[in-house]
């Protein structure tokens, strides 16, 4: 043990913070479980909230593998992703038909700038173009003591602003995509 690990030994290990400590410990996974649903439910609304300001013909959804996805004028064939709920923090472009050959992949890798994260589309499952947001990961401390209810709004707008930037950024893309299979 180093000097850190010795002094919390010491403050563990005496009959009136012993109790209280394995206490901590055993809820610590529901309290770290709560944080971490607070915040990307705040996430959620705040887009849900611009989405209706501003009269967005986006559909937002957060299933239950913790995934964000936005919908573009009820468009499926590819949707905005961001993933973070459980780890590091992804964003991107997906499709769910992409695997069954309904996109034509020219026209994909036409709308994909770049190279490296088509191929990566090609290789995955889930047919999503992943990019690591800010090596974020909801396993880190650092990460999660961004999301603590004193500290979490600014991690929060960081957050929603990058998610409706790239989707902004890219509705066009997708409009016109979604347009050329029609």
Same mark, same amino acid.
């Given at each position: =043990?180093?000097?850190? @690990?010795?002094?919390?030994?010491?403050?563990?290990?005496?009959?009136e913070n012993f109790k209280s400590a394995i206490e901590i410990s055993n809820l610590l996974p529901?309290?770290?479980?709560?944080?971490?649903?607070?915040?990307?439910?705040?996430?959620?609304? @705040?887009?849900?909230d611009y989405i209706n300001k501003n009269g967005k013909n986006w559909v937002l959804s957060m299933k239950k593998d913790g995934h964000l996805y936005i919908d573009i004028n009820?468009?499926?064939?590819?949707?905005?992703?961001?993933?973070?709920?459980?780890?590091?923090?992804?964003?991107?472009?997906?499709?769910?038909?992409?695997?069954?050959?309904?996109?034509?992949?020219?026209?994909? #890798?036409?709308?994909?700038?770049?190279?490296?994260?088509?191929? #990566? =589309?090609?290789?995955?499952?889930?047919?999503?173009?992943?990019?690591?947001?800010?090596?974020?990961?909801?396993?880190?401390?650092?990460?999660?003591?961004?999301?603590?209810?004193?500290?979490?709004?600014?991690?929060?707008?960081?957050?929603?602003?990058?998610?409706?930037?790239?989707?902004? @950024?890219?509705?066009?893309?997708?409009?016109?995509?979604?347009?050329?299979?029609?």
């Open positions: =043990m180093n000097t850190y @690990e010795d002094e919390i030994y010491k403050f563990v290990a005496t009959k529901e309290i770290k479980g709560r944080l971490i649903t607070d915040f990307w439910d705040l996430v959620k609304n @705040e887009i849900e009820n468009q499926k064939d590819l949707r905005i992703y961001f993933a973070g709920r459980y780890g590091k923090c992804y964003y991107g472009i997906g499709s769910n038909n992409y695997k069954n050959g309904l996109l034509d992949e020219k026209r994909v #890798e036409k709308y994909i700038n770049e190279e490296a994260l088509y191929k #990566e =589309m090609k290789k995955t499952s889930w047919s999503v173009c992943w990019i690591e947001f800010n090596q974020e990961n909801f396993t880190n401390i650092q990460t999660l003591i961004k999301i603590l209810p004193e500290e979490r709004d600014v991690f929060k707008d960081e957050i929603v602003n990058h998610i409706l930037n790239f989707t902004i @950024e890219n509705e066009i893309h997708i409009e016109q995509f979604c347009k050329m299979r029609k």
